[in-house]
C-alpha cells in the first residue's frame, strides 16, 4: 500500500477532506487516481467510492484497493440511488461536463450534501490574459490550452453562486484559493473572493 | 478429421484429486424440478485453510476448464488453465488463499455429468441427465463449501461461465462470501451467444456417432462434432487482431494453395487441432448441458426483471473487470453488471482492461488485469482484517 507517497494530498483536497466527517459515506466523481478516496478512508474511517473516465486512473484506484468503478458522470450518476451517500464530490471536474447542471442534480440527489471546487474563470489572472492579451487563459488551475482543454464549461464563482441559488441548494461552506494556496471565505467579501480565487471550493446542502 | 484415443473421455472417475458424495441424505433440488439424490463433486484445493477458516477462495471455471487451476492436467498434461492468477505469489496468492476448484454439476471431469451411471438405471444417464443451471452448479458448489466446514467464503472469482457462477453466488448466499470478482461475464446469455452455442450443439447432434445421445451403449462418441462445435466456439473466444497476429493468411507447410480441401491456412490447421484435442479430454453431452445451462442463464428474471434486485442489501464487495476486444462478453455487458449493482448500492469497482486478445484474455498474460485482482484482494483483506490472520500456518 503505497501510503507514504499519498500522505499529503493537494491544497484543495485537503479542504475538501476538512469539510468530510468521520466515518461517514462518500462518492468521489472523477477521482483520478483515488488520492482523495485514501487520503479518507485512512484518516477519517470513511467508507468511500469512485467513479474515474480513465483506464489509468481506475486501476490504480483499484489495485490500492479503493472501490472505483470506470465510468463517465454525465451518464452514468442516474444509476445510483437516492441519497445513497453523505457526500458526493466532484473536485476540479464540474468544467469538464457536458451537462453540469445535471451532473449537480444528480450529486445533491444521491448525496446529503455535495462538495465542488472549481477554477475560477474571473480570477485576475484569467480576466487579464483574456482582457489585455486577447488569449484564451492558460494558469496553473487551467493548465491546457483552448485546443487541447477536457474543459467545455467554465463559470466564475459568481456564475456558481447564482447556479445554486436558481436549482434552491443551500451553500454551507464556501472557500477560495488565491495561487499560493492561502484561503479566503468567499462570504466574507464576494468581490474580492471572485476576482482573487483561482480556485473554489463549495459545500452544498439540499 | 479428428484423431483420439477413444477412452480418453471416460476415464474421469479415475482422475486424481479429491471427490466427496451428496444427496443421498439430503438431494438436490434442481432448477428444472428434478431432485438428484446420488451425485459426485469432484474438486481440488491449493493453500492452507486458515484457524477461523476466513482465507477461503472458491474459483468457479468456465464452459470447457475444470478443477485443475494451478496444477498440470492429468489426461492433457497441459499447465493449469489459471497458472498466472493462482499459484505462491500470484495474484490469487496460494501463499495467503485457500483456493477451492470443484468441476461443475454435469461436468465431466469427476463430477456427475451426462457421461456417469444413472444410480436408479445402472446406465449411462445420456440426455436422461436432468438439465442443470448455473444455480444448479452454485449449489452444489455451496454443498461443498459446507462439506469443507466453511461458513464464509473470502471470495468468489470466475471468468465467463465462472462469471456466471460468481453473480449466482453473490445472489443466492451474499451472506457466505466477502467478496465476488465475475470476470469477462454477463448478467444473461445474449441472443448471438445462444446462437452459437446452437451451432455447436447442432454440430454434435448432426454426427451420426451421436446415436441420439446414447452413444455409449454404441461403443461410439460422437467426436467430429464436438470438434466442430470447439472449433466454432474457439472462434468467439479470440479477436479478430489476435487471429490476424497469430496466423494472419499464413499457408501451413507450404508455399500454395492446394486448390483443394486441405488446411491449406495456418488458422485452419490451428483450429483442426483445437478440435482434436478438444474431444480427448471432453464429453459430448456434457458439452451440451453445460452449453444450455449458459443459455438459460437470464440472472434478473427470477428478480421481477430487475438485475438491482438481485443485489438488495448487499454487504458483498464487487469487483468486476472486462476486456476491450472481447466480442462474446463486451464491456457493455459487464457496465449492465455494474449499474445494477450502484443502484443496488453495493460496493462495486470495476475495470475495463485494454487487450487485443479478445475473451481468452482473462486466462492470458494481461498484467494489468492481474495488478488489479491482486489489489483487490488485497484491500478486502485489509478491510475484513484478514491479514492478521494470514501467514500463521495454521
Redesign the interface.
Known amino acids: ?1 503505497n501510503s507514504e507517497s499519498r500522505k499529503s494530498i493537494r491544497v484543495d483536497l485537503q479542504i475538501i477532506a476538512d469539510m468530510i466527517e468521520t466515518g461517514s459515506r462518500v462518492l468521489d466523481v472523477g477521482c483520478e487516481h483515488g488520492a482523495l478516496l485514501d487520503y479518507l478512508r485512512r484518516f477519517k474511517r470513511v ?1 468511500g ?1 469512485g467513479i474515474e473516465l480513465s ?1 489509468e486512473g ?2 490504480e ?11 463517465d458522470a454525465d451518464t ?1 450518476l442516474k ?3 437516492d441519497d ?1 451517500f453523505d457526500y458526493v464530490v466532484l473536485s476540479q471536474t464540474l468544467q469538464a461536463m457536458r451537462e453540469p447542471k445535471a451532473v449537480l442534480g444528480h450529486m445533491m440527489r444521491i448525496g446529503r450534501s455535495a462538495i465542488v471546487s472549481f477554477p475560477n474563470f474571473a480570477h485576475w489572472r484569467v480576466r487579464l490574459q483574456l482582457g489585455f492579451r486577447g488569449r484564451m487563459p492558460v494558469s496553473q488551475s487551467m493548465p491546457h490550452q483552448w485546443y487541447e482543454t477536457p474543459n467545455i464549461h467554465f463559470c466564475t464563482i459568481r456564475d456558481f453562486i447564482v447556479l445554486c441559488a436558481e436549482m434552491g441548494y443551500t451553500i454551507e461552506q464556501s472557500i477560495a484559493l488565491d495561487g499560493s494556496g492561502a484561503q479566503r471565505g468567499i462570504g466574507r467579501s464576494f468581490f474580492l473572493a471572485n476576482l482573487l480565487g483561482e480556485q473554489a471550493v463549495f459545500l452544498l446542502k439540499k | 478429421m479428428p484423431t483420439h484415443d477413444t477412452n480418453a473421455a471416460g476415464k474421469s472417475q479415475d482422475l486424481p484429486g479429491h471427490h466427496v458424495h451428496f444427496g443421498r441424505e439430503a438431494p438436490l433440488r434442481l432448477d428444472c424440478g428434478v431432485d438428484l439424490v446420488d451425485f459426485t463433486v469432484a474438486y481440488q484445493t491449493y493453500g492452507t485453510l486458515n484457524a477461523d477458516k476466513s482465507n477461503a477462495i472458491v474459483v468457479c471455471h468456465a464452459l470447457t476448464s475444470d478443477q485443475f487451476v494451478a496444477e498440470p492436467h492429468p489426461l492433457t498434461s497441459k499447465p493449469g488453465w489459471w497458472r498466472l492468477m493462482v499459484g505462491p505469489g500470484l495474484p490469487i496468492d496460494t501463499d495467503r488463499y485457500f483456493v477451492i476448484c470443484s468441476n461443475i454439476l454435469g461436468g465431466c471431469i469427476g463430477t456427475t455429468g451426462p457421461q456417469d451411471v444413472n444410480p436408479v438405471t445402472g446406465k449411462p444417464w445420456g440426455l436422461d441427465f436432468p438439465v442443470i443451471t448455473i444455480a444448479d452448479m452454485v449449489r452444489a458448489q455451496a454443498m461443498l463449501v459446507d462439506h469443507l466446514g466453511i461458513d464464509k467464503l473470502f471470495a468468489v472469482i470466475g471468468g465467463s461461465m465462472g462469471g456466471m457462477q460468481v453473480l449466482e453466488w453473490a445472489a443466492l448466499f451474499p451472506e457466505r462470501m466477502c467478496a465476488a470478482l465475475p470476470i469477462a461475464t454477463a448478467p444473461r446469455h445474449s441472443a448471438q451467444n445462444i446462437a452459437f452455442h446452437e451451432v455447436g450443439r447442432q454440430a454434435i447432434m448432426a454426427d451420426p456417432d451421436w446415436h441420439g445421445g446414447d452413444y455409449q451403449s454404441h461403443d461410439a462418441r460422437p467426436y467430429r462434432g464436438l470438434a466442430v462445435a470447439r472449433m466454432a466456439a474457439h472462434i468467439t473466444y479470440l479477436s479478430e487482431q489476435a487471429l490476424t497476429r497469430k496466423f494472419g493468411r499464413e499457408l501451413q507447410d507450404r508455399d500454395e494453395v492446394s486448390w483443394g480441401f486441405d488446411a491449406d491456412f495456418q488458422v485452419e490447421s490451428y483450429l483442426r487441432h483445437q478440435g482434436i484435442t478438444f474431444v480427448d479430454r471432453f464429453d459430448a453431452n456434457s458439452y451440451l448441458y453445460i452449453t444450455r445451462a449458459m443459455d438459460y442463464f437470464d440472472l434478473s428474471k427470477r428478480y421481477g426483471g430487475v438485475l438491482a434486485n438481485a443485489f438488495k442489501g448487499t454487504s458483498v464487495r464487487f469487483c468486476v473487470v472486462s476486456f476491450s476486444s472481447d466480442w462474446l462478453y463486451p464491456t457493455r455487458e459487464s457496465r449492465a453488471i455494474v449499474h445494477a449493482l450502484n443502484a443496488a448500492g453495493a460496493n462495486v469497482s470495476f475495470v475495463e482492461i485494454s487487450s487485443d486478445k479478445g475473451h481468452d484474455a482473462f486466462m492470458l498474460d494481461e498484467p494489468d488485469f492481474h495488478r488489479v485482482v491482486a489489489g483487490f484482494l488485497r484491500g478486502c483483506a485489509e478491510y475484513h482484517g484478514l491479514n492478521r490472520n494470514l501467514g500463521n500456518g495454521a
Do not use: I, N
Request: glycine letters at 10%; a negative charge.
Open positions: 500500500m467508507d467510492r483506464t481506475v486501476k484506484s483499484v489495485s490500492h484497493g479503493l472501490s472505483v468503478v470506470q465510468g452514468d444509476d445510483y440511488p445513497a
